[in-house]
């Protein structure tokens, strides 16, 4: 007897099979029609995908758009400038709700696994107290992981480096910082040290906002690299952004790149924020803002995209859609062909599930019951469309419903409705 079945769904590789769950656990996978269920869903010609994942995120800025004002320049920089503005006069109850509101957008659209950065450059630590408080509140249907994450310098802000380590003490999970922030490259290479130092002491993973510059000498991925390897971090490890090598010259990134392998870096681009804030210097040509993310999928490194802001200072758009974050992404990076669009599906699912260390995440039997159903036939249509999630599981519970995305017609001679859902042979 199981608590709830999922029907006839066809599965990212392929498989048409049934899913069955008890409890919070799935447990049966492949042909269960004849099973008695308490609730049955009818998935049938429609994609059943495990979660979606967002290991990159803003949770305490997000949804904070025009307040105090708008970023008129677009730019990074003034977006920093805002936020240290909008921190001044914000309130705990402010970030809860935004970020509870941002949670409720994620679980409708399928979105149970989120690795947001707190800035800890603020000795109130008001953000860090919201948000492990919201961590509490969505726990049952959103693994919410915290970055703490000085985002003023670790050296550059007087007291960051007593507050990042206050945020840790309070539960903080992961271990951030943005070393190309720091006042030199000396003092940038430093804080990758310590602060993977503090990681291994405390058995924590690392997430550094690395390199987000257009300045091809910002290396600090290589000294993030080198960390890694001597502390024995590997596979702990983040590098988010890294658009500074969109500017490097082809024989260091042919030294680089293997480093990152060896030291098994997990590599968070995010296409959205990258595309709009990088290059702001350039007339023409005009860099693209991203990483190298075709080239590091060639030599075997773990990259996921990251959707990083939502109607904050850095970014007036957004719908907590890691669809809309792998469309984007595969324009950008070109990964046009079907096995590159796959892959695009694959990075905002298992590969960002692996980045944050999800062990129990996956469609197999024994993992967590979360998965959702969406109105598609496979993972390459279902970014066409950027597809409706038409139920999401979390925990074993339905805790989201949406209707088809369906258009009645009024044409001569012509279907009365139209789905837009089309499925070529690609192979």
């Known amino acids: 007897m199981f608590d709830l079945i999922i029907k006839g769904g066809t599965l990212p590789d392929g498989q048409v099979s049934d899913i069955g769950i008890v409890g919070d656990?799935?447990?049966?996978?492949?042909?269960?029609?004849?099973?008695?269920?308490?609730?049955?869903?009818?998935?049938?010609?429609?994609?059943?995908?495990?979660?979606?994942?967002?290991?990159h995120?803003?949770?305490?800025?997000?949804?904070?758009?025009?307040?105090?004002?708008?970023?008129?320049?677009?730019?990074?920089?003034?977006?920093?400038?805002?936020?240290?503005?909008?921190?001044?006069?914000?309130?705990?109850?402010?970030?809860?709700?935004?970020?509870?509101?941002?949670?409720?957008w994620a679980a409708s659209m399928g979105l149970l696994a989120i690795r947001s950065h707190v800035d800890t450059c603020?000795?109130?630590?008001?953000?860090?107290?919201?948000?492990?408080?919201?961590?509490?509140?969505?726990?049952?249907?959103i693994d919410l992981q915290l970055v703490a994450f000085p985002q003023d310098g670790?050296?550059?802000?007087?007291?960051?480096?007593?507050?990042?380590?206050?945020?840790?003490?309070?539960?903080?999970?992961?271990?951030?910082?943005?070393?190309?922030?720091?006042?030199?490259?000396?003092?940038?290479?430093?804080?990758?040290k310590e602060l993977c130092e503090i990681a291994a002491a405390r058995g924590l993973q690392v997430?550094?906002?690395?390199?987000?510059?257009?300045?091809?000498?910002?290396?600090?991925?290589?000294?993030?690299?080198?960390?890694?390897?001597?502390?024995?971090?590997?596979?702990r490890v983040a590098g988010s952004h890294l658009t500074s090598m969109h500017s490097m010259d082809n024989y260091y990134v042919s030294k680089l790149l293997p480093l990152i392998a060896e030291a098994e870096i997990n590599v968070i681009p995010n296409p959205l924020i990258n595309i709009v804030l990088q290059g702001r210097h350039d007339t023409f040509p005009k860099r693209r803002g991203l990483t190298r993310v075709k080239e590091m999928l060639a030599m075997g490194i773990n990259v996921g995209w990251g959707q990083d802001c939502v109607l904050d200072?850095?970014?007036?758009?957004?719908?907590?859609?890691?669809?809309?974050?792998?469309?984007?992404?595969?324009?950008v990076a070109q990964m046009t062909s079907p096995d590159d669009m796959r892959t695009c599906f694959d990075m905002v699912t298992v590969n960002n599930a692996k980045t944050m260390g999800l062990t129990d995440y996956g469609l197999r039997i024994g993992a967590k019951a979360s998965l959702v159903i969406l109105d598609a036939s496979n993972p390459v249509e279902a970014l066409?469309?950027?597809?409706?999630?038409?139920?999401?599981?979390?925990?074993?519970?339905?805790?989201?419903?949406?209707?088809?995305?369906?258009?009645?017609?009024?044409?001569?001679?012509?279907?009365?409705?139209?789905r837009r859902r089309h499925s070529p042979d690609t192979t």
Not at 25 to 32: E, L
Not at 127 to 134: I, K, Q
Request: charged content about 25%; overall charge negative.
């Open 25 to 55: 656990k799935i447990t049966a996978i492949g042909s269960i029609q004849t099973a008695e269920a308490g609730k049955v869903i009818d998935a049938s010609g429609d994609l059943v995908s495990p979660p979606f994942v967002d290991p």
């Open 57 to 104: 995120f803003h949770m305490d800025a997000t949804l904070s758009y025009g307040l105090p004002r708008i970023n008129t320049s677009g730019t990074l920089l003034e977006g920093i400038g805002l936020w240290g503005e909008l921190k001044q006069v914000m309130t705990q109850d402010d970030i809860i709700g935004r970020a509870l509101t941002y949670c409720d």
């Open 122 to 141: 603020d000795d109130r630590l008001f953000g860090v107290e919201a948000l492990l408080e919201v961590r509490q509140k969505v726990k049952d249907y």
């Open 154 to 192: 670790f050296y550059r802000d007087p007291t960051a480096r007593e507050n990042t380590i206050r945020a840790l003490d309070m539960g903080v999970d992961v271990v951030g910082g943005i070393p190309h922030f720091e006042r030199t490259m000396t003092d940038g290479a430093t804080s990758v």
């Open 207 to 235: 997430d550094m906002h690395c390199d987000e510059s257009d300045d091809p000498h910002s290396r600090h991925i290589e000294t993030l690299a080198y960390e890694t390897q001597r502390l024995g971090l590997n596979g």
């Open 313 to 331: 200072p850095w970014y007036s758009l957004g719908t907590a859609d890691m669809l809309d974050v792998a469309f984007m992404g595969l324009h």
């Open 384 to 418: 066409r469309l950027r597809a409706a999630r038409l139920c999401v599981v979390a925990n074993g519970q339905v805790i989201s419903q949406s209707p088809r995305a369906e258009a009645t017609l009024s044409l001569p001679g012509r279907p009365k409705s139209s």
